[in-house]
């Protein structure tokens, strides 16, 4: 499967951006899926995960009660809202996916990768 991860951009601090990831060549509701990010300087860190179907979703401290991961299997999009946006979400931000998964946080687990695209959240 090939993923297209785009809707980043420039926003200020408690303002709210959607992240889309496509997909694309497989059935997508064959995958979970997740975000990640890399923030300058640092390693990259699990952000959001969601099931197949989406019943199940998982998120990082960090971004609980802020972000929401959806997902719709006929569009082969999963979607990353993210809200009450803090300079310290600056990073790029990347989607991944992959058929099964032991451990949704660690990035090993994902076969699948999109190319990122960069937040940046101004103070």
């Known amino acids: 499967v090939q993923l297209q991860a785009s809707g980043g951009g420039l926003v200020q601090a408690g303002g709210s951006l959607r992240l889309s990831c496509a997909a694309s060549?497989?059935?997508?509701?064959?995958?979970?899926a997740g975000w990640f990010r890399r923030a300058p300087g640092k390693e990259r860190e699990f952000v959001a995960f969601?099931?197949?179907?989406?019943?199940?979703?998982y998120y990082a401290d960090s971004v609980k009660g802020r972000f929401i991961i959806s997902r719709d299997n006929a569009k082969n999009t999963v979607y990353l809202q993210m809200n009450s946006l803090r300079p310290e979400d600056t990073a790029v931000y990347y989607c991944?996916?992959?058929?099964?998964?032991?451990?949704?946080?660690?990035?090993?687990?994902?076969?699948?990768w999109g190319q990122g695209t960069l937040v940046t959240v101004s103070s």
């Open positions: 969601i099931t197949w179907s989406g019943s199940g979703r």
């Open positions: 991944a996916a992959d058929r099964n998964y032991a451990n949704y946080r660690t990035a090993g687990e994902y076969d699948y």
């Open positions: 060549g497989r059935t997508f509701s064959d995958y979970v």
